[in-house]
């Protein structure tokens, strides 16, 4: 009798508690509900789904067993459901994933390029639903960076030489990684057009590219890109994955030679809520951040604009998570780094860093193809392209797919080239540029049937290749376009006394997935 007395007084003074600071402005509250009808609307006999994330951009909290939760509102806000494991989006006609909740009751301020408009007041209840789905423990992911389109010949550009691949990937779902845009930000909406086509979710990372450069600050920099994609960090799970999209911009207005100005910063709002979202993820899964501008900038770390400013205190929130990859963009060139105690990581795993190639290469530069679409090699001589992830588990491996290109041309040998004289031969290299290659990749090569054997990884040096191209083809490359320090290529001796005639370069690598790749080139030792 006195345990029933006790609940119905616990139970009243919840209700009355609740009910309280429900109707206070300074809360807002809702459900997150499986929405079997797939209507975007909660039916009747949709159920709560328990132990969900939500968070308004700082606080997090998860939802009760019947999908309820209760959040601090505050003046200007989004609202967000991180979507669990065995779960797909509500999207839009355009594929666009919609689980937030824009809080601007006044709208953006004006801007060149237009933001968000009104919203008014808080609604009484924010209810997000989300379609049940087979929690798949093998998933695969289409990732790249900067489509950075400037026109509208650009975009034309990118949907010629992507739409169509995507299309036919068997992806489930597309990372963009920041760029989206090259500054014209009235663009968006023919993007998402094109990139609906490929009929898979697409999450687009937040780039400096897509800032509002007239807003001045960072406060309301972004206005036109969450007028399309909600959020500019926020979190997300796929089978053993848990994904973090971060925001690592910060805007610092137009400097004085009139040039908008950022750095790489994450900033203490957003780790803050990291702090707060990462409580809730169970220590055995793989985290994958998803950011544009590099943690690391290999052989270029001294520049704050092409690293982020304040990764040790990233790391720090990180220490307990024994795999963690990091996915960027931004320098549009590939690479592998992996950034242990000497960059500041107490975990004895490393954080392995892959900055992906670029959709827009260099910049779409350079002379077109067969289909008029430019080449645009990458400063470190690797193609355009985007890269393949298959996650198994906590685990995960990856491929670079060059764009027009067939998906095994991993390798170009560089040099030799053209015809060679016996007395040139003490001064030449065999120099393979492996795209895609790390510290862990295995290279070897062979002369016509010899033995296989290893190559060297020359370390931040040029693709030669990428160098006589610029010099050849510069008038298709903007002026500022240099080439670029890479770790991608492999050196061996050329045999000193290789006699006249045709011969053949084989080049063979294993990657640290276990992949294997190979190149081949003839040769010819031609005298007067």
Do not use: C
Not at 223 to 249: A, L, M, Q, R, W
Request: without cysteine.
């Amino acid at each position: 009798m006195i345990f029933k007395v006790l609940f119905l007084f616990t139970f009243l003074f919840n209700i009355l508690y609740f009910t309280t600071i429900a109707q206070s402005p300074e809360y807002v509250e809702g459900y997150v509900y499986a929405d079997l009808q797939q209507n975007g609307n909660r039916s009747l006999g949709d159920p709560g789904i328990p132990g969900v994330m939500v968070s308004n951009q700082y606080e997090v909290v998860i939802t009760d067993e019947n999908g309820y939760f209760m959040l601090p509102a505050r003046e200007e806000m989004i609202v967000f459901i991180a979507k669990p494991a065995g779960y797909k989006y509500q999207m839009d006609h355009l594929n666009i994933p919609r689980f937030y909740y824009i809080h601007r009751p006044d709208g953006s301020p004006k801007l060149n390029y237009a933001g968000l408009d009104p919203t008014g007041p808080m609604p009484e209840m924010l209810n997000f639903g989300l379609i049940p789905a087979e929690e798949k423990e093998t998933f695969s992911a289409i990732v790249f960076g900067d489509p950075q389109t400037l026109n509208d010949q650009q975009l034309s550009w990118f949907r010629d030489a992507f739409a169509g691949e995507f299309s036919r990937e068997n992806a489930d779902i597309i990372l963009a990684l920041g760029d989206i845009m090259y500054d014209n930000l009235s663009l968006y909406q023919r993007y998402n057009e094109i990139m609906s086509i490929a009929g898979k979710p697409v999450v687009n990372v937040f780039g400096n590219h897509d800032l509002n450069f007239d807003a001045g600050s960072n406060r309301y920099a972004r206005e036109t890109f969450k007028s399309h994609y909600g959020p500019t960090y926020f979190s997300f799970e796929e089978g053993d994955v848990h994904f973090i999209v971060i925001d690592n911009i910060d805007y610092l207005g137009y400097n004085e030679q009139g040039r908008p100005g950022y750095i790489g910063n994450i900033g203490e709002a957003q780790l803050a809520w990291l702090k707060n979202n990462l409580q809730w993820v169970d220590k055995d899964k793989l985290i994958v951040i998803l950011g544009h501008i590099p943690l690391y900038a290999p052989g270029r770390d001294d520049n704050p604009t092409l690293r982020t400013g304040d990764r040790e205190k990233l790391f720090a929130l990180l220490e307990d998570f024994d795999n963690v990859l990091f996915l960027g963009g931004h320098v549009h060139s590939i690479s592998h780094s992996f950034l242990g105690s000497e960059f500041g990581r107490n975990n004895s795993n490393p954080i392995h860093q892959i900055l992906v190639a670029a959709a827009s290469g260099s910049w779409w530069g350079g002379p077109t193809d067969k289909n008029g679409i430019p080449t645009a090699t990458q400063r470190d001589g690797s193609p355009k392209g985007y890269h393949l992830f298959t996650f198994r588990g906590n685990t995960y491996s990856e491929q670079l797919k060059p764009s027009g290109l067939d998906a095994g041309y991993q390798i170009r040998i560089e040099s030799p080239i053209g015809n060679i004289s016996p007395e040139s031969l003490e001064n030449i290299q065999i120099r393979a540029n492996v795209f895609n290659s790390s510290k862990y990749s295995e290279v070897i090569y062979r002369l016509n049937d010899g033995e296989w054997t290893p190559m060297v990884r020359d370390e931040l040096s040029f693709s030669g290749f990428f160098k006589e191209h610029l010099d050849k083809h510069q008038e298709h490359y903007s002026s500022w376009i240099a080439p670029m320090r890479t770790s991608n290529i492999w050196v061996a001796p050329l045999q000193s006394t290789l006699p006249k005639g045709v011969h053949r370069i084989d080049v063979k690598t294993t990657d640290m997935y276990g992949q294997e790749f190979n190149q081949t080139k003839v040769l010819e030792v031609k005298g007067d």
